[in-house]
């Protein structure tokens, strides 16, 4: 079992950064490829990056391409999504996930694909 926290939501003005952080336990951090997605009312959950065993291969949704950088520290057990020049359209509830890292460069881009979440954290952009 792996445990995920989220935290580091909050409001902010379009334009404005953010950085998400997510505390991972129960399983060796580095046996994982790491996750964020991102839920917002009304709509499914999506994709918006993921970062591989390696921390060096990463890929990220189309729109958040360019503004959101993830990251990890292995040593600390936690991986981070920051978020730069954020718009109203990336007020969601973001979830970090978890999924067995098949490769060192495994970067999986669906939910199907992870088998653990956390709860949440909300990120509000203001216009």
């Known amino acids: 079992q792996v445990q995920l926290v989220e935290s580091g939501g909050g409001l902010v003005q379009t334009g404005g950064s953010l950085r998400l952080s997510c505390l991972a336990s129960?399983?060796?951090?580095?046996?994982?490829?790491m996750g964020w997605f991102r839920q917002a009312p009304g709509k499914e959950r999506e994709f918006v990056a993921t970062?591989?065993?390696?921390?060096?291969?990463?890929y990220y949704a189309d729109s958040v391409k360019g503004r959101f950088t993830v990251s990890r520290d292995n040593a600390k057990e936690m991986v981070y999504l920051h978020m730069n020049s954020l718009k109203p359209e990336d007020t969601a509830v973001y979830y970090c996930?978890?999924?067995?890292?098949?490769?060192?460069?495994?970067?999986?881009?669906?939910?199907?694909?992870?088998?653990?979440w956390g709860q949440g954290t909300q990120v509000t952009v203001s216009s």
């Open positions: 970062i591989a065993r390696n921390d060096v291969s990463t």
């Open positions: 996930a978890a999924a067995m890292g098949r490769t060192l460069w495994y970067t999986p881009r669906t939910s199907d694909d992870y088998a653990y």
């Open positions: 129960g399983r060796t951090f580095s046996s994982l490829a």
